[in-house]
């Protein structure tokens, strides 16, 4: 059995009345691209906030790297990146200070952080850039920098929410480039996204509807299941049952 890097069993997330997860049970396994695909309000971004240690199930077992999330949510966030497309990087701070900074709340050491941004300015070729201001960068560029700040510190898993809404097409496929080249490293990639183009490059993807997973398997396997030519195919016929 391949070892788990998340595992929910039955967890519920509510809101007084309002049930944003209903019994949510999946597994996440060693060297996974795990998509986790959903509408607005399917609760999403809710399990990723409980998952990454901001936000306590209301019951349920969550692990995450190890780390009970009811219990051990201090651990959990040491253990993981987390990059959202509302905020990721301060936009008042150079690229340098952004890095430095991060470095410093992932507890790294001085001389690690500065190895570590030497490499990940050289990496990115951003070395014209070390002293720009984040405001002044172009979304894409933005966007690169932020998911390699939240890889900073090598986490065991990273988790990316909408990481690539608003940029272009060809900054998509290398942002994904990236994300392959970090799953090769054994960072594993948990990631949500509105591109049902992207779904197609996950190892396997859950689809929820209204606070529960509907559906959870590999890309090809959903689209043999729903007869389906495509991820956004299978997910229209989730998400929009035919009504006889």
């Not at 996950?202 to 209204?210: A, F, K, L």
């Not at 299978?234 to 009504?243: G, L, M, S, W, Y």
Request: with cysteine; proline share 3%; aromatic share 10%.
């Amino acid at each position: 059995m391949e070892n788990q890097v998340i595992k929910v069993r039955n967890l519920v997330k509510k809101f007084g009345r309002f049930v944003a997860n209903d019994n949510l049970s999946f597994d996440v396994y060693e060297g996974e691209i795990f998509g986790f695909l959903g509408a607005n309000g399917a609760g999403k971004t809710t399990a990723i906030r409980i998952l990454s240690g901001l936000s306590a199930p209301t019951s349920g077992e969550v692990i995450v790297a190890g780390f009970d999330a009811n219990k051990q949510s201090e651990k959990i966030k040491k253990n993981i990146g987390y990059m959202c497309q509302k905020f990721s990087l301060y936009e008042d701070l150079t690229v340098k200070e952004n890095i430095t900074l991060y470095g410093g709340i992932y507890g790294m050491s001085k001389q690690l952080i500065k190895e570590r941004t030497g490499e990940l300015l050289e990496k990115l070729n951003f070395r014209d850039y070390e002293n720009r201001l984040i405001a002044d960068l172009p979304l894409g560029l933005r966007q690169k920098l932020a998911f390699s700040v939240a890889i900073l510190h090598e986490p065991k898993i990273v988790f990316l929410d909408e990481p690539t809404g608003g940029v272009d097409p060809i900054t998509r496929r290398q942002f994904w480039e990236m994300i392959y080249e970090t799953a090769t490293r054994g960072i594993n990639v948990f990631v949500t996204t509105h591109y049902m183009d992207e779904a197609e490059y996950c190892d396997r993807i859950s689809i929820m509807s209204e606070g529960r997973i509907v559906a959870l398997d590999t890309p090809e396997q959903l689209k043999k299941q729903y007869k389906a030519a495509s991820v956004e195919e299978v997910f229209i016929k989730i998400a929009r049952p035919v009504v006889n």
